[in-house]
Structure formats: structure tokens, C-alpha cells
């Protein structure tokens, strides 16, 4: 059980394009669910909390301009980064919270490698 | 700034040994801790949640709680080659947020 799902897994696009990302928790419901960025050789960073049917929260210096974030289903939440370029190319990865779950265990998509040309 | 600090090392253990990881955070606060996996290229994988002080066991790994010294460990036993990763020290703070460290890179001599 458990199992988040990221679509797609890697994706190159050129510069000031649009690319949408997305993550769906397939056997439970997810109450919240996460979108995280990850550089070379640095840990998780938290971009934004998900809820369902509402607003994402975005952690500080990151534009929700810049990187929408769409949770219309307990199932299912979409990251679109626009006018992606160069240094937007990282490993995104979402996690998922379930709605019965105790002690908020998430469990992480498969990650989304985004390479901007 | 709350902060969950790790040794990035390497960490190098013989095949078959104990291996030790360590973790500490700064919100005295935080209720609920985790332990990471992650292979390099994939996303983390959750091996252990811990909730209260102590130890607990589950098959090669226990991990320790210390909420007074604001300490929380990893320890797996009979180290295997397939154990080399990142370890990834997460804590749930009272805002909800979970809060990553930057891992400590582990390797099984074989």
C-alpha cells in the first residue's frame, strides 16, 4: 500500500516553455500532499503543501506565479512550472499524506527529473 | 530556523558490521521523526518512523529517540552492499511541516 505515482518521470523542454507534472496517490487518499525540489548532492527542499480543494501554501522565495500547483482530487495534484528555464532543471518529487495516516507519514512519488535546454 | 542537522559523511562500514547515523534538531517541539532512503537519481524511501523515546526495531534496523537531547539515530545491523545510500533524517514539527536533513552518504565495503 502506499504507492505515489509521478507522471512524467523525465522530461526535457526548451526554455520559456510550460511543463506540467503529476502525482497521484494510487491505493489511498490524500489529505496533503508536498512538492519538493532537489539539486545535485542537496537534501529535499520543500516548495509548497497541497490541500485538496483548496489553495497550495509555498514556502518562502518560491513564486506560485512561477510554479502552479493544482490538487482538485484526493487522488491527484499537478505542479505546471511556466516559463521554465535553465536553472529551473532539477529532480521534483511529490509526496502524499494519507488521510488515515498517524504521525503524518509521507510516502514520495518516484521524482520528475526536469532538464530546461 | 528550525534545523535537523546530519553528518553528510561518507560513512564507510564493513560488510556484516553495525552501521551508526546520527541526527539531531533544533525544535525542542517536534513530535514525529523518520528515517529516509534514497539511492542516488531516485526519490527517498521511508524505512523507520519513530513517535516516542526509545528504541524500536524493525528486521536489520532500530532507530533511537531522544527528545531530551534532541537526538535521534539509525543504526542497521549486519550491514549488506544493497545498504549503501543517502540517509535521510526527516522531523514533523509542530507546524506540520516536515523538515529534511541533508543526508549522510552510507557505504558498505564489501
Known amino acids: 500500500g502506499a504507492v505515489v505515482s509521478q507522471h512524467p518521470s523525465w522530461v526535457i523542454c526548451k526554455s520559456g516553455t510550460s511543463v506540467k507534472i503529476e502525482c497521484r496517490s494510487l491505493d489511498f487518499q490524500a489529505t496533503t500532499m508536498f512538492w519538493y525540489r532537489q539539486f545535485p548532492k542537496q537534501s529535499l527542499m520543500l516548495m509548497a503543501t497541497s490541500n485538496e480543494g483548496s489553495k497550495a501554501t509555498y514556502e518562502q522565495g518560491v513564486e506560485k506565479d512561477k510554479f502552479l500547483i493544482n490538487h482538485a482530487s484526493l487522488t491527484l495534484s499537478t505542479l505546471t512550472v511556466t516559463s521554465a528555464h535553465p536553472e529551473d532543471s532539477s529532480f521534483y518529487i511529490c509526496?502524499?499524506?494519507?488521510?488515515?495516516?498517524?504521525?503524518?507519514?509521507?510516502?514520495f512519488g518516484p521524482g520528475t527529473r526536469l532538464t530546461v535546454l | 530556523q528550525k534545523e535537523v542537522e546530519q553528518n553528510s559523511g561518507p560513512l564507510s562500514v564493513p560488510e556484516g558490521a553495525i552501521a551508526s547515523l546520527n541526527c539531531t534538531y533544533s525544535?525542542?517541539?517536534?513530535?514525529?521523526f523518520f528515517w529516509y532512503r534514497q539511492y542516488s537519481g531516485k526519490s527517498p524511501e521511508l524505512i523507520m518512523s519513530i513517535y516516542s523515546n526509545g528504541d524500536k526495531e524493525d528486521g536489520r534496523f532500530t532507530a533511537q529517540l531522544n527528545k531530551a537531547s534532541q537526538y535521534v539515530s539509525l543504526l542497521i545491523r549486519d550491514s549488506q552492499p544493497s545498504d549503501s545510500a543517502t540517509y535521510l533524517c526527516?522531523?514533523?514539527?509542530?507546524?506540520?511541516?516536515?523538515?529534511f536533513g541533508k543526508g549522510t552518504r552510507l557505504h558498505i565495503l564489501p
Open positions: 526527516a522531523v514533523k514539527g509542530r507546524d506540520d511541516k516536515i523538515i
Open positions: 525544535d525542542r517541539g517536534s513530535q514525529s
Open positions: 509526496s502524499a499524506r494519507a488521510l488515515e495516516s498517524r504521525g503524518n507519514e509521507q510516502f
